[in-house]
């Protein structure tokens, strides 16, 4: 009963008009006991008794997992193989040209791996070279054959 009281005392302190500056230096005092009313919760000896039995009552240890988590490392096991794949399809992908960007665990990999993130890199910078040379190659090819004609 005591907190539904001073829940609804806190409605009320936030549910208020605005105030114009006349008028609140009066109500500023009046804010403040009800704002510190409404902050105390009062709990019954009959609630702290209940609150010591249940605390009593739960189990000191934690429940084993069914046949010793042997699903659990399982699920583990595939999901590590599944990003495993992710990341060498993401890989596979740079390196041939026909990616369509990157998965977040090949990010990652790619984040904490040196090695790996300058491969990345210098693949993107032959490639990048190899597409201007090619459209060297087209330009040159038809200003060639604008000239001939």
Known sequence: MQ?????????????QPAVTPAANSANTS???????????????????????ND????????????N???????????KKAQMQYQVASDLTGIATG???GISAPTAYYLNNNDDARSAV???QV????????QAYATASDNAQQWYEE
């Not at 010793?68 to 595939?78: H, L, P, Q, S, T």
């Open 55 to 66: 605390r009593s009552s739960l189990p000191g240890t934690l429940p084993a997992l069914p």
């Open 3 to 15: 907190v539904n009281q001073s829940v609804q005392s806190v409605n009320q302190v936030y549910s």
């Open 30 to 52: 009046n804010r403040s006991n009800t704002a510190a009313h409404a902050d105390t919760v009062t709990i019954s000896a009959q609630a702290m008794a209940l609150s010591r």
């Open 126 to 133: 032959q490639q990048q070279n190899l597409a201007a040379m």
């Open 68 to 78: 010793n988590g042997d699903k659990v490392d399982a699920y583990v096991d595939y």
């Open 121 to 123: 890199v210098n693949q």
């Open 98 to 100: 026909n990616g369509n």
